[in-house]
């Protein structure tokens, strides 16, 4: 089994920046690939970013040049900075690991953008 526990999420004016990370324990294979999710209130859940255990990552078009991903393998750890901040980017955020075709989530954190 695989755990994975978000943190990072709050209030953040317009403009502003949020760091995310997601700490995943227990069965953790070499090779699987880490991803942050979010869904917005009436709306389905998006992609917003993924990372390979390699490091290779994309992002939905609307996050590309704003928000970057990253991961420490060391610490089974996945980061999303999140720049530029806008309210369009509220939404609970869910981290995913995926590994030998099976897909584990985070509970959900809570990214509000207001002013």
């Known amino acids: 089994q695989v755990q994975l526990v978000e943190s990072g999420g709050g209030l953040v004016q317009p403009g502003g920046s949020l760091r995310l990370s997601c700490a995943a324990s227990?069965?953790?294979?070499?090779?699987?690939?880490m991803a942050w999710y979010r869904q917005a209130p009436g709306k389905e859940r998006e992609l917003v970013a993924a990372?390979?255990?390699?490091?290779?990552?994309n992002y939905t078009d609307s996050v590309k040049g704003l928000f970057t991903i990253s991961r420490d393998n060391a610490k089974n750890t996945v980061y999303l900075q999140m720049n530029s901040l806008r309210p369009e980017d509220t939404a609970v955020y869910y981290c995913?690991?995926?590994?030998?075709?099976?897909?584990?989530w985070g509970q959900g954190t809570q990214v509000t953008v207001s002013s």
């Open positions: 995913n690991l995926k590994q030998a075709f099976i897909s584990y």
């Open positions: 227990g069965s953790i294979r070499r090779i699987n690939t």
């Open positions: 990372i390979s255990s390699g490091g290779s990552a």
